[in-house]
């Protein structure tokens, strides 16, 4: 992504903008619209029309800012300190043998006696983003929604792993389903409407007062003009504050809840939780690449054995190579890279032979009960099924991908 920011404002968070550093300029045409009360609410914060947009907003032209790398030996991690994300971050972790030692919950610091070069440090995730921008953090984790929001496709932040597995959820236009909404069911419908002019503009509340924008532009829908809230958007359609709105959506129960719908065409991100990096730390900090990739590593072995189960089953033949023949006819009994066949030695009035084979496949757990039911129809028996906890690969493919990415 390179839509970039004047350098000046990048580090901004959107509610410190002044008008007179606009991020978003605001309309005179579409604060027309809102009543003096909320008028000053989004003059204060940030409202926009798309048209105003295209004025401030630098497209793939301004240089990344400087980040700073400030002499200091420990590599320091990002955590959510609050909210759905900062427990599942830590367990995740934790299942990678890596274990936050946090003294109380009131700590903002903490150790991972795992990776004693490593310091954790929780932040409010949006925080997480402008320090790893500033130079103050070298690694975090936090959903993509925020990344994106508070990066603005900063080239100095990197994806390391995207998909960590947690924090599943999507960026979503969301309007009521009544009125004159009623039936509108696609992004285009809803920019079609005869209602939206320049004076008169679709009014969207969002938190996500840079993507909203961009993907508005991007969608060439004209007429739009954002505001801001913190939280509990839901309720601005029915509250006469906006139309529609734009925000996270997970279950979609709040939707629902609120008479409110998604519709065609209007998913702004698929967001969850990933590791981002400072490209600067990592090409200049010593020791960060060594923890990156020990972190890269225990995830990447972690996440993959998180989806799948060793099968273990016995399975009468002639030869390894027939029972192989047998087991490789069905699609879902391949393995990682094959089946792994073993002898079985019986004895049999004081003779050994072999008469069963043992098979060993991970399968997917979503496939389980197909493949047991493919390994029956070959004629295996006995079927064991246990979970497993890491699959180290000969090298994990996001660390090549890394190093490509940083020209190493
Ligand atoms: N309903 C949801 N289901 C799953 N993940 C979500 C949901 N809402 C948000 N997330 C993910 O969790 C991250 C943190 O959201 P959370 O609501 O915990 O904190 P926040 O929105 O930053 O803070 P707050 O809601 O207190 O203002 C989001 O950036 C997103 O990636
Ligand atoms: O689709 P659902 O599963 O219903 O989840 C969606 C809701 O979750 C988030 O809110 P959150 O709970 O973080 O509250 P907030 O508005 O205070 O951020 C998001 O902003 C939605 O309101
Ligand atoms: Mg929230």
């Known amino acids: 992504m390179s839509i970039l920011l004047p350098t000046n404002l990048q580090q901004r968070p959107c509610h410190s903008l002044s008008p007179t550093t606009p991020l978003i300029s605001p309309s005179p045409s579409s604060s027309a619209f809102f009543s003096p009360a909320t008028r000053r609410r989004c003059v204060r914060f940030v409202t926009s029309s798309v048209a105003s947009l295209q004025s401030s907003v630098a497209i793939g032209s301004a240089p990344a800012p400087a980040a700073v790398v400030v002499e200091r030996d420990q590599i320091r991690l990002g955590l959510p300190s609050k909210g759905r994300m900062a427990a599942d971050a830590i367990d995740l972790l934790k299942d990678c043998q890596l274990f936050v030692k946090q003294v109380n919950p009131r700590q903002y610091v903490a150790q991972i006696p795992q990776l004693p070069n490593t310091e954790v440090w929780f932040q409010r995730p949006k925080d997480i983003v402008r320090k790893l921008l500033s130079g103050d953090l070298d690694l975090g984790i936090v959903?993509?929604?925020?990344?994106?929001?508070?990066?603005?496709?900063?080239?100095?932040?990197?994806?390391?792993?995207?998909?960590?597995?947690?924090?599943?959820?999507?960026?979503?236009?969301?309007?009521?389903?009544?009125?004159?909404?009623?039936?509108?069911?696609?992004?285009k419908e809803l920019a079609q409407m005869p209602q939206w002019s320049e004076e008169r503009p679709l009014r969207v509340a969002t938190g996500f007062t840079y993507l909203g924008p961009k993907f508005m532009k991007e969608n060439g829908i004209k007429h739009v003009a954002f505001s801001t809230a913190d939280g509990a958007l839901e309720?601005?359609?029915?509250?006469?504050?906006?139309?529609?709105?734009?925000?996270?959506?997970?279950?979609?129960?709040?939707?629902?809840?609120?008479?409110?719908?998604?519709?065609?065409?209007g998913v702004v991100l698929e967001s969850q939780a990933v590791l981002a990096a400072s490209r600067r730390a990592l090409t200049d900090r010593k020791g960060a690449l060594n923890t990156v990739h020990e972190i890269l590593e225990r995830l990447e072995a972690h996440l993959k054995a998180d989806g799948q189960f060793t099968v273990v089953a016995n399975m009468r033949g002639n030869s390894a190579q027939e029972v192989a023949e047998r087991v490789l006819s069905q699609p879902l009994l391949s393995g990682l890279q094959?089946?792994?066949?073993?002898?079985?030695?019986?004895?049999?009035?004081?003779?050994?032979?072999?008469?069963?084979?043992?098979?060993?496949?991970?399968?997917?757990?979503?496939?389980?009960?197909?493949?047991?039911?493919?390994?029956?129809?070959?004629?295996?028996?006995?079927?064991l099924v246990s979970p497993l906890t890491y699959i180290f690969d000969e090298e994990t493919p996001r660390w090549g991908q890394l190093l490509r990415n940083l020209k190493l």
Do not use: W
Not at 149 to 162: K, S, Y
Not at 236 to 244: E, H
């Open 143 to 187: 959903g993509l929604d925020t990344l994106s929001e508070f990066g603005q496709g900063n080239e100095d932040l990197i994806i390391v792993h995207e998909a960590l597995n947690f924090g599943d959820c999507h960026l979503s236009i969301a309007i009521p389903n009544y009125g004159i909404f009623e039936n509108i069911n696609s992004l």
């Open 235 to 265: 309720a601005a359609p029915a509250m006469g504050i906006a139309d529609a709105i734009l925000d996270l959506v997970s279950s979609g129960t709040t939707l629902k809840e609120n008479n409110l719908k998604e519709i065609e065409g």
């Open 338 to 383: 094959g089946p792994t066949i073993s002898p079985v030695y019986c004895k049999q009035d004081g003779k050994v032979s072999i008469d069963y084979y043992a098979i060993v496949i991970c399968v997917p757990k979503k496939a389980l009960y197909e493949s047991v039911k493919q390994l029956r129809a070959v004629g295996g028996s006995g079927v």
